[in-house]
C-alpha cells in the first residue's frame, strides 16, 4: 500500500482531494498486475463495498491521469486501460530474437520532454521509449552458427 500512500501525497500535492473514491481506484490499480478499463476498475471497487457509478470511476480515472497518478493506453474511454504510474521510471531494451527485455534506470529524454513540451504547449506526463535489438546471447549463438 506504500505506492498508494506516496501517490496520495503527489495528488494533495496539487491542491487535489484524496477522497475515498480515488484512494479504492488507486489501491485497486495497485493490486493489479495488468492495466484495467474502467469497467474493470468500476466492478472491483464496487466489489470492495464502495458505493460508486461507472461515470464517477471515469471522473476520477480522468483526475488521477491529470494529476500524473496513473498512466492510459488508448483513446476511447471504455476501451481504454488504466495503470498505477510505475515507481521506477525505467526504459526498455528488448531482444527480438528471444524476447528478453533489459531495464535501464537512466532516461536521457527528461529534458528533451520539457523543451518540446513548452515549445509546443504541451505538459507532458509521460513518455515511453523502447530500444530494439539482439542480446549479447543471441549475437554469440548467431556467430557460431
Ligand atoms: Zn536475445
Ligand atoms: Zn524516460
Do not use: W
Not at 500500500?1 to 484512494?23: C, E, F, I, P
Not at 492495466?35 to 461507472?54: D, G, H, Q, Y
Not at 500524473?68 to 476501451?79: A, V, W
Amino acid at each position: 500500500m506504500d505506492r498508494v500512500k506516496k501517490l496520495s501525497s503527489k495528488l494533495q500535492a496539487q491542491g487535489q482531494k484524496m477522497t475515498k473514491q480515488r484512494r479504492a481506484i488507486l489501491e485497486v490499480l495497485s493490486a493489479s498486475d495488468k492495466p484495467l478499463t474502467a469497467e474493470e476498475i468500476f466492478l472491483l471497487v464496487r466489489e470492495r463495498k464502495e458505493n460508486t457509478s461507472l461515470t464517477t470511476v471515469y471522473r476520477n480515472l480522468k483526475k488521477l491521469f491529470a494529476a500524473g497518478l496513473i498512466t492510459r493506453e488508448g483513446f476511447h474511454d471504455d476501451k481504454a486501460q488504466f495503470q498505477l504510474l510505475s515507481d521506477c521510471h525505467c526504459h526498455n531494451l528488448i531482444c527480438l530474437n528471444c524476447r528478453k527485455v533489459v531495464k535501464i534506470d537512466e532516461c536521457p529524454l527528461s529534458s528533451f520532454a520539457k523543451t518540446v513540451g513548452e515549445r509546443e504547449g504541451f505538459t507532458i506526463t509521460e513518455h515511453r521509449m523502447e530500444l530494439y535489438g539482439y542480446c549479447s546471447d543471441c549475437l554469440q549463438r548467431a556467430k557460431k552458427e
